[in-house]
T-cell receptor, first 113, second 115 residues
Framework: AQSVTQLGSHVSVSEGALVLLRCNYSSSVPPYLFWYVQYPNQGLQLLLKYTSAATLVKGINGFEAEFKKSETSFHLTKPSAHMSDAAEYFCAVSTGANSKLTFGKGITLSVRP | EAGVAQSPRYKIIEKRQSVAFWCNPISGHATLYWYQQILGQGPKLLIQFQNNGVVDDSQLPKDRFSAERLKGVDSTLKIQPAKLEDSAVYLC?????????????FGPGTRLTVL
């Protein structure tokens, strides 16, 4: 079985500060890992994904994430937060032949002026 | 390229009524998913289609929920009868194929309120 843990429900940072959103996964086989962003009243949009190539993955809008097998983690970072980054962020895992995604419960990011 | 289309965007019904949601995936995408997203939670897969066949419906409450994708393109999800706990956003997504690692593209969702 696969699962994702996103600790905490809300992160608040100042504009220009580092963004760090944590994600830990559980999987008995090598996983594919994803970060999605959801703006109010919109669907989910893919930020980045790890598919067993480079462990440091760069995505859209300046976000990146590093796959650490030893820590079973896939934390999302951005060096400098922008007001437009305020949204809900979901980490998800997929394994095996089926492309089924298992999502974490999400983290709401607020950006203070 | 047009995205995943869903309708209606909002629906309010009373408990025990029926409701149906429609999804049109991105052209050429063989795999279609329906997710339920309850407030404060991540999306949960209800059912997954590959063309017009069901791949996974293990988390679909089959006593009240049904879904079909008859021609392998658009899909409908039905709830009959609805319960209060069905209040959620219903997201449709599609991907080019079934393989893990494929990006899923999401529609804007249908927000269902059951009174």
């Amino acid at each position: 079985a696969q699962s994702v843990t996103q600790l905490g429900s809300h992160v608040s940072v100042s504009e220009g500060a580092l963004v760090l959103l944590r994600c830990n996964y559980s999987s008995s086989v090598p996983p594919y890992l994803f970060w999605y962003v959801q703006y109010p009243n919109q669907g989910l949009q893919l930020l980045l994904k790890y598919t067993s190539a480079a462990t440091l993955v760069k995505g859209i809008n300046g976000f990146e994430a590093e796959f650490k097998k030893s820590e079973t983690s896939f934390h999302l970072t951005k060096p400098s937060a922008h007001m437009s980054d305020a949204a809900e962020y979901f980490c998800a895992v997929s394994t095996g032949a089926n492309s089924k995604l298992t999502f974490g419960k999400g983290i709401t990011l607020s950006v203070r002026p | 390229e047009a995205g995943v289309a869903q309708s209606p965007r909002y629906k309010i019904i009373e408990k025990r009524q029926s409701v149906a949601f429609w999804c049109n995936p991105i052209s050429g995408h063989a795999t279609l998913y329906w997710y339920q997203q309850i407030l404060g939670q991540g999306p949960k897969l209800l059912i997954q289609f590959q063309n017009n066949g069901v791949v996974d419906d293990s988390q679909l409450p089959k006593d009240r929920f049904s879904a079909e994708r008859l021609k392998g393109v658009d899909s409908t999800l039905k709830i009959q009868p609805a319960k209060l706990e069905d209040s959620a956003v219903y997201l449709c997504a599609s991907s080019l194929e079934l393989t893990s690692g494929n990006e899923q593209f999401f529609g804007p969702g249908t927000r269902l309120t059951v009174l």
